[in-house]
C-alpha cells in the first residue's frame, strides 16, 4: 500500500501516459476519463516541468470524452466511440492513442474493442487503460510506450545495424529530457549510432512506426523504460541495453564504451570520439577555472531527483567536478529491489567520500533530511560546517535549502522557478550547460 | 428557510440554475434560448478536456494562509497545485502576509484503497497533516474515485476532530459529477458554510436575545462591506475596489481568497455582501443573507466605464450614498478619459475577439467597445440566468455579434478566430497559446499582478493592448512556423457544427 505524501514529484498513470504520447509529434491523445483530468494533468506539467507546454496537440486541445454521472452509470463506450469517430474528422493525427481515468477504468469501459472498430481506417488508432490509481507518472511512461510498441510500431524484418531507439527520460517529468535526448543523440552520431528519440524536434510518429528497424533499445535509466523495453523484446526480439543517464566526461566516455561493445562498434573511433569531446569539454571549463579557483567554489552538495537522474548529478559532481556529495535522496516509489541496485550502484563513486542515500518522495521529510545532514550552527567560533553547501532538487527545495545556508538548483520534478526549452545537462555539452548554471547561482541564478 | 448547505453534500449547477454548457449564435438569441430552457441539454459529440470542478475549489483553497489542502485522491488530482505555488506566495505577499510555499498532501489512492475504501488512509493524512503543520484549517478536497467507491469524508472529518487541532472542512468535488466547473466554488462555500466559524459569536443566541439583536442592528447600519473576490483578480484589483468604496464612504474587506482563517470569524459583521463576480457567489450569498441576516448584491462586474459605475451606483444605493457615487463617478470619469486620450486613436476600430468566464467576457466586451474597438464575438466558460441582463445589454446595437458558451473547446475557438481574423484576443489562460499559434496577440484576462477592475483596470487594459498590437512579429512567426491540430477541412465546417440538444442520438446523451 502507498501512503499519503506532502506535495508529490509525480502525477498519476494518466498524466505520465498523456505527457509521454503528446511528447511524439503527430499523436492525437484521446482522453477517455472525467472532465478535469485533462486540464489539471496539463496544469501539473506546466508547473512541474520548467513551463513546458502543449505542443501540437496537448494541453487543452487534446481531445477528450469528458465523462460524467450518465457514462458512470450505463457506461462509457458509446460516448467513446462517438468520441474516437469525430475526433478522427476532425483532428490532424499520425497516430491517435486512447488513454483512460480512473472513472473509465473503475466502471469497466472495454476499450480494446473500441479501438478495434477505428483499426485499419487510416492512421493507427491505438488504446491503454491508464487509471490514475494504478501508479505514478512513471508507471503511465511504461503503460503508455507498451502499448505503442505492442500496437502502433510496424511489423518488420529488417534491423539496422547502427541504428537504435532512445528512452528512459520521461517527457514532463524529467525537466531537460529533449536537451539531454539531442545531446546524447549528437554523441550516438558521432560514433556512427543513428538514435531516434521520437521526442524531440524533427521526430515523431514516423520514427515510431518505424522503430521495429532498430538493432536494440537503449534505455538511460535503470528503473523507467525497462518494462516498455521488455515489452519491445516480446514482440521484435530486439535486446535492450539499460544504462545510466551520462552526465559529464566521464560518464559519457562510459556510456559510449559501453554502447560501443553492445553494438560491436568500431573501438578506435569511439575512443578518438571520447578523446576530442573530452578536450573540448576542458578546453571550456579551463577558461572558468580562474573564476572558480579564486572564489573556492567547490561545494558540499545534495541531490534530489528521481531514479533516472539522482546518481547521475551525484556522480558528475563528484568525479568531474570534484564537489563532495551528502545526501542523495531518490524521489520516486520504488520498490525495494529497486532500491537496493540504486544503494549498489552508490557504491562505484570514486571520490569525495559516499552520501547518505534515501529513498523519499514527500517534501517535508526530504527537508528534515537535509537539516540532519547540514545542521544549523550554533554559533560556536569553531564550527565543523559542510560549508558551502549546495542543494540539486525540485523547486520544492528551494525554502530547505536557504534554510540551511544552501545554494540551490532546480533540476528535478517540480520546476516552477525556471523555463526550460532546449537546455540538457547530459553528455559533454550538457555537463558545461550544468557548470553554467551552478556558478551563476553565486550571483543569484543565471 | 432551508439552503442547500443543510446537506451534506451540495447540489450541481445543473439542478440549481439554468445552466449551458454548449452554445454558437448571438448574444439576444443565447438569453431568448436560455430562458425558454432549450440549453439546458445542449451537449457536443466531440469535446476536448477542460478543467473541474475541483481545480476551481483548488483555485480558492490554496490562497488561504495557515490552511493545508488534502487531496483526497489518488496521486494526479491537485498536481495543478504545483502550477499554483508562486502565484499564492506572490498574492500572499501583496497582502503583506508572510511569502509561503502552498502545502498539500494526497492521500494517494491505489488500486487496493479502490476496492477496499479509503478513509483509513484519509485519517492518517489529516491526522499527519495536523501535527507536522498546525494549520489552522485543513481542507480535504475529495475527487472522482473516492466519491465512487463511497468513501465518507464528513464521517472521516468527524472522526478525527478530537484528535486534530485544525478545523476540518471536507469539500465534494468530484469532477465528473457536473458539467459546470463553477460549482467548484459553491463546493468551497459549502465547506465554509458548515464548518467554519463565520461569526465571533453564536448569531442566533445574539437574534434571541433583545441585546444581542440591538448588537446585530448594530453590525448592519455600519458602513462596512464584505466584497468577494475571486481567483482571477489580483491585490491591485482589490486595492482600485477598496479606493472607488471608500470615496463613497464604504470600508472594504476581501473575502475568501487570501483571507485569514481568523477573518472569517468577522465575516458576518458587515452590513452587505457584494459580489465582484455573479459566476463565483450567489451560493454563499444566500446562505448569509438566510442565516445571519445580511443582505447581498450581486450585479454586474465592475469592468469598464459603465459597469464600474453601475456596480458602485448598486452599492451606494443600498446605504443612500446615491449622491456621493454620482460625484464619485463623474470625477473618475473625468480623469479616466484625460488619461485615455493617447491611447483611444491606436485601438478605434481594432477588431478584438474575447474567451472567458460568463461574467467577464460580456463586462470585458462592453469595456472594449468602450475603448472604441469592435468586438466580433466573445465567448463564455458557461452560461446560466445570471448572464442575461448583462449579455442583453452588452449586444445593444450590435446583433450580428457572436457568442458562443464553450469550456475552453479550442477547436470552436480555433475555427471562430480564423474566420474572425481578429487584432486582439482577450483570453482565459489555457487558450491564449492556440490564438497566437493562429497569429492574433492575446491579452490574458486575467493575470494577477496586473489590473483589470475599475477605472484603473480600463486604463490598463488600454495600455497593455496597445502594447501588444504595437508589434504581433510572434504571433506571426508562430503561425508561419507551426501548425493547429486540425484538418483543413474543419475551417470550412460550422463551428458549432458538434453542438448536439442532447435529447437525440447525436449527442447521444440526455
Redesign the interface.
Known sequence: MNGFVERPRFSCTLGGALSTVTAIHGTVPIVHAAAGCGGNLFTAQLGGSGYYGSGYCGGLSAPGSNVSEHEIVFGGEERLAEQIRTTLEIMEGECYVVLTGCMTDIIGDDIRSAVQEFRGTGAPVAGVETGGFKGTSYKGYDLALSALFRQVVAETDERATNRVNLWGLVPGLDPFFRGDLLELQRLLALVGVQASTFFVPGEGVRDLVEAGKAAANIVVSQQHGIAAAEAFRERFGTPYLALELPIGPSASARFLRQVAEFLGLDGQLVERVIERETADYYRFVERVADFYCDTDLQHYVAVVGNATSALPYTRFLAEDLGWLPSLVVVTDNLPDEERSRIALSLDSLPHGGKPALVFETDASVIAGHLTRAWRPSGGERYQKRFAPAFVLGSTLEQEPAAAVGARHLSVSYPVFNRVIVNRGYAGFHGALHLVEDLLSTYFGGA | MAHHTDQKVLPKREDRLRTCHAYGGTSCALVQESRGGCLVRSER???????????LALTMVTTIPDAVI?MH??????????????YVRNGLNARGEKKA?L????????????IAGGEE?LE??IV??DL?FRPRLIFVVST??PG??GDDIDAVAGRVRSRVAATVVPLHCE?????I?ATGYDAVYHGLARYVQLAPHDAQRLAEESSGQALLDERRKSRRVNVFNVYSIGRSDEVELARLLELIGLEARFYPNFARPEAFTELTEASLNVSICATHDDYFLTFLEERYGIPYLIDTMPIGIRNTGRWLRAVAARFGLEEQAERVIAAEEAELERALSDYRPPLAGKRVYLGGGEMRVAATAMLMHELGCEVVGFRAHHYDEFGDDLYLTAAQDRPGMEVNVA??Q??ELANLIERAQPDLYLGHS??N??VAKLGVPTLPIFSAPQTYLGYLGVFEVARRAVRLTANRAFQEQLRRHT?????ES?YR?DPFA?ITDGADGAG???
Open positions: 459529440s466531440f469535446t476536448q478536456v477542460c478543467n473541474c470542478q475541483m481545480s488534502i485522491a489518488p496521486p494526479g488530482c491537485g498536481g495543478s497545485n504545483v502550477s499554483m505555488d508562486l510555499p502545502i498539500w498532501f494526497t492521500s494517494n489512492l491505489d488500486e487496493a484503497d479502490v488512509k492518517a493524512t499527519e497533516a507536522r472522482c474515485t465512487i467507491i469532477g465528473f459529477k457536473t458539467r466547473s469550456t475552453t479550442t477547436f489555457g487558450s497559446a492556440w501548425r493547429q491540430p486540425y484538418r474543419w465546417n458538434y447521444g446523451r440526455p
